[in-house]
């Protein structure tokens, strides 16, 4: 029997783009729950824009496969959140609908790109969302409020309905204010989907248990502690892996000598794909319409020169040079080779650990416009985009503060061992109280 | 490095219009990114290069999908059950 949830919470850090003040929920283990879906996961019938003007007043024919299994679980939809346009962020800063702003300190980021729901739940108004994490969209905006964010191992989650920026990087993944809760809303969401070809039929059916840290082997690597990381934070985490070992477990150093080049290949690799896939918004099929007065290109430059952002812009712009003839073996073909040695790193060490620990983020959250180069801003996500690019899971679990803001402890797990991640997680979280 | 003229023409190839005005700071801050991805060219060509994954498929069979009604609700403008698009010559 179909319900309505009156979803009244005030939307004061612009946490989404779209509300449903009136959400419907059916029978099931989220029976009445809210939980909020960023804003590039389609929803039939609900405006999905992924933080574009270029897809303004875009209403999806159909539910993407995890909105689908939510409905099913008896979830109510009470909202879709705001993003840095089509994901392409660190802050949330470049979303087409205003920046969201972090609950902890409204002077900062929330972080991104999946900030709106990170702030969502930081501030209360739900307790579940959904986020997507191409190189630490999801990680990153909950170690900056302070939440828990899981990105799961690639694969796990269907892609299907999520408005694709980088298909080989990105997957959905829950945030939660505990581990339980993101524990919970993966096991809802992880069920095998035809539609989509990377799909792989691994249900997640667990819960968690903090007896698994006793005599877990964590890897520390030396370039999640080196330069860029401030100390305070750094310490921060060091803290939190020492209340690991007080569990039970057990560090060792080790280190990811690719780290030197991962970054530059994440955004070789998500630029490159995402000028393939952003060639689709030309304001014929969706999205505000061209005026069809002159010719083809013409038209479609106008348009996409109008709605995308800066960002997006120049994120095309860079993987269309990346890919064209005479630079492709320069960038594209030289970041699928470093690509496959991150992979090769993360197997080797996760073959003598048994997972990584680290901090998310390497600082806490920064202030509006702190980083208004684009290229600063990459240089935010050194610390998460390795797992993207390895195609393992992680999770961000709060750890402490610095300067009054939330610090993430990052753990890392081998292919298709979520479990494990969400695990530690709970040990860590369990061991504080 | 690319020059402004460069740029320019990677914005036509994109589907681009770039305010004229921004094109130099465009060509700054793809430089900027591009001298940062230089440090690929420190990576060896190795064996890693290549991947053990295979191509899943399955038969093409006909399944309920959207109505044309449905598929034609978010197109600026529609006719004859056909999506109007710019013209092309």
């Not at chain 1, 505000?288 to 290109?297: I, L």
């Not at chain 1, 684009?374 to 402490?400: Q, R």
């Not at chain 2, 420190?42 to 598929?71: C, H, K, M, W």
Request: aromatic residues 8%; charged residues 20%; negative net charge.
């Amino acid at each position: 029997m179909t319900q309505i949830l009156s979803f009244d919470a005030e939307d004061e850090y612009n946490a989404f783009i779209t509300i449903c003040r009136e959400a419907e929920y059916g029978e099931g283990p989220l029976a009445g729950r809210g939980v909020a879906v960023k804003d590039n996961i389609s929803t039939a019938g609900i405006q999905t824009t992924a933080g574009s003007r270029i897809l303004e007043g875009y209403i999806p024919p159909y539910d993407a496969h995890v909105v689908g299994l939510l409905k099913s679980a008896g979830a109510a939809i009470v909202g879709k959140t705001n993003m840095d346009e089509f994901g392409m962020g660190t802050s949330t800063e470049n979303s087409g609908f205003g920046p969201t702003t972090n609950p902890c300190d409204t002077n900062r980021v929330p972080g991104g790109s999946s900030g709106g729901s990170a702030a969502a739940v930081a501030s209360g108004m739900v307790d579940l969302a959904l986020g997507t994490d191409t190189g630490g969209s999801i990680r990153c905006p909950a170690s900056y409020c302070g939440i828990v964010g899981l990105k799961p191992t690639y694969g796990r989650i269907s892609r299907y309905g999520l408005i694709a920026y980088s298909n080989s990087l990105e997957q959905i993944g829950p945030m939660g204010q505990t581990v339980s809760d993101v524990s919970g809303l993966m096991e809802v969401i992880s069920a095998y989907d035809f539609h989509d070809s990377t799909s792989y039929n691994a249900p997640y059916t667990h819960t968690p248990n903090a007896a698994a840290v006793e005599g877990l082997k964590i890897g520390v690597p030396a370039e999640y502690f080196g330069v860029g990381v401030d100390p305070a934070v750094a310490e921060a985490v060091r803290t939190a892996i020492g209340r690991l070992e007080s569990l039970g477990a057990e560090a060792v150093p080790c280190t990811i000598p690719s780290m030197a080049y991962a970054l530059a290949a994440y955004y070789v690799t998500c630029t490159s794909e995402a000028s393939s896939n952003l060639s689709r918004f030309d304001g014929v099929r969706f999205g505000p319409e061209s005026g069809r007065k002159k010719m083809w290109h013409d038209e479609f430059r106008g348009i996409r020169g109008e709605k995308f952002g800066r960002e997006v812009q120049q994120r095309i712009m860079l993987g269309t040079f990346a890919l064209s003839a005479g630079y492709y073996g320069k960038y594209y073909a030289k970041a699928q080779i470093a690509r496959a040695n991150v992979r090769a790193d993360f197997e080797r060490v996760l073959s003598e650990v048994d997972v990584i620990c680290g901090p998310t983020m390497p600082a806490v959250a920064f202030a509006f416009g702190e980083k208004s180069d684009p290229l600063s801003m990459y240089l935010a996500d050194i610390l998460t985009v390795p797992a993207n690019l390895a195609g393992v899971p992680a999770i961000s679990v709060p750890c402490g503060t610095v300067d009054s803001m939330p610090v993430g402890l990052q753990i890392i797990g081998r292919h298709f061992e979520d479990e494990l991640v969400v695990d530690t997680a709970f040990a860590y979280e369990q061991g504080g109280n | 490095m690319v020059s402004e003229k460069d740029v320019q023409g990677i914005a036509n190839l994109a589907d681009i219009s770039l305010p004229a005005g921004e094109l130099g700071a465009f060509t700054a801050q793809f430089n900027d990114i591009l001298e940062y991805f230089d440090i690929l060219d420190s990576v060896e060509q190795t064996s890693a290069g290549g991947t053990d994954l295979y191509n899943i498929f399955r038969e093409d069979e006909v399944t309920p999908s959207l109505s044309q009604a449905d598929a034609l609700a978010n197109a600026g403008e529609s006719e004859d059950g056909y999506i109007k698009a710019p013209r092309v010559v």
